[in-house]
């Protein structure tokens, strides 16, 4: 698709979870592949957290070969000048809706316009679950014009669409994993002493957990020392309530009994990587996240994004009956309870030590997780799927 251009959509609902996913995409496409991008974000505060050089007080603007454009109700309005800049810009060869964010209007119109039609997907979000391989590349013919939307799914599996992964990833992940003083060097510039005999080493990325204040207490209590790297976000409230304060802030740290807190500044992604290669166990939140946490293989627990209806645990054990699947037994067993508990369903207290007496096992079987997921790449899927369709 070389010289081709696309235009990625993203309305940012979560925080980060969503602008994460098509950053991650938009960057692979137009680094890795030559694709001319432009990334159409609602929310340039929150992606700004992602991309430091990102200014959001500019409506047009270019970061790392991908040209950045805020998504307004103004930017494709009837009057006559955002029509003509969408008319000077053109409808781009495909097209990726996010997560079903609804395109507006006009330029949906502006594709059913253009010859030859743009090809249109809509990328959904990720799941283990079995139904996704039958609902991977359907169409969806749009009821009034003549244009054919095409859902492209995340996945696990060969019938999928993969997982997002950068060409030289792995690669990187195993020069650092292997190098001792670069990791030293990594934890001095966090500021994070050297570790000290049988120190456990945990990220700590959450959403707001009922379960959180009890797994600070076990690690409190616990005769191993635990020390937790925690990002600012959703969950420091939290922490810091445990420790006896009413906030917390970047460059804090926080011990009592056997745990030490070290609160990290938000961080970009690329950085985010180095500190889940870094950690032993790593505590992940929503989706990518999640996938980045898999090609760190390390063992990580995940925080799936709560639902009212209880459908995101059912989204929960597909993905663990699928990443614990050669396991023995007992091993599965205890990967499940601290899922559920880290989730709201189990008693964390219990489901904790038989969890971390496995870590062992569990980075061995993470690393042949990643290699087995590496053969599915996300980016060149939808590609393939593209020159099928142009």
Same mark, same amino acid.
């Given at each position: ?15 980060? $979870?969503? =602008? ?9 496409? #137009?680094?890795?592949? $030559?694709? +001319?991008?432009?990334?159409?974000? *609602? ?49 781009? *060869?495909?097209? =990726? ?8 209007? +006009?330029?949906?119109? #502006? ?21 996704? !391989? ?5 169409? +969806? ?5 003549? %244009? ?5 799914? /995340? ?13 030289? %990833? ?20 966090? $500021?994070? /002493?050297?570790?000290?005999?049988? !120190? ?36 420091? /409230? ?12 970047? $460059? *804090? &740290? ?13 961080? !970009? ?39 009212? *209806? ?19 037994? !007992? ?25 971390? &007496? ?11 997780? #990643? ?8 980016? %060149? ?10």
């Amino acid at each position: 698709m070389r010289n081709n251009s696309c235009d990625i959509f993203c309305a940012v609902v979560d925080n980060y $979870g969503d =602008i994460g996913v098509c950053w991650r995409l938009a960057r692979q496409l #137009a680094n890795e592949h $030559g694709v +001319s991008v432009r990334l159409w974000v *609602d929310d340039l505060r929150s992606f700004g957290k992602l991309c430091l050089e990102l200014d959001a007080e500019l409506d047009e603007q270019r970061c790392r070969g991908v040209e950045v454009l805020k998504w307004d109700a103004d930017s494709f309005s009837p009057h006559p000048q955002p029509l003509s800049r969408l008319r000077a810009r053109g409808v781009a *060869d495909l097209v =990726i809706e996010a997560f079903a964010c609804r395109l507006p209007q +006009s330029y949906v119109e #502006a594709m059913a316009a253009r010859e030859p039609k743009p090809v249109w997907l809509n990328l959904e979000y990720l799941s283990a679950e079995e139904w996704v !391989e039958g609902c991977h590349k359907l169409a +969806s013919p749009h009821p009034t014009l003549p %244009l054919t939307k095409y859902f492209f799914f /995340p996945g696990f599996t060969e019938k999928t669409g993969g997982l997002l992964l950068e060409r030289d %990833l792995l690669e990187r992940r195993d020069a650092f994993q292997s190098d001792g003083l670069a990791q030293e060097k990594y934890w001095r510039s966090l $500021g994070v /002493p050297e570790r000290v005999a049988g !120190e456990l080493r945990v990220s700590m990325f959450s959403y707001e957990n009922e379960a959180m204040e009890e797994l600070l207490r076990v690690w409190a209590r616990g005769t191993q020392p635990v020390t937790t790297l925690l990002p600012e976000g959703r969950s420091l /409230p939290q922490v810091a309530a445990f420790f006896g304060h009413a906030a917390g802030q970047a $460059g *804090d &740290t926080w011990q009592r009994g056997k745990l030490r807190v070290h609160v990290l500044p938000f961080v !970009e992604q690329e950085c985010y990587d180095e500190l889940l290669w870094a950690c032993d166990v790593n505590f992940v939140r929503g989706e990518d996240s999640c996938v980045r946490a898999q090609w760190a293989a390390k063992p990580f627990i995940w925080h799936i994004y709560p639902q009212h *209806d209880g459908v995101h645990l059912e989204k929960l054990e597909a993905l663990r009956v699928r990443y614990t699947e050669g396991l023995q037994s !007992e091993i599965a067993q205890a990967v499940g309870d601290l899922w559920l508990a880290w989730n709201g369903g189990q008693d964390i207290a219990l489901a904790w030590p038989r969890f971390v &007496t496995q870590c062992e096992v569990l980075k061995a079987h993470g690393a042949e997780w #990643a290699r087995r997921l590496a053969a599915n790449n996300l980016a %060149l899927n939808l590609l393939d799927f593209y020159r099928q369709l142009a």
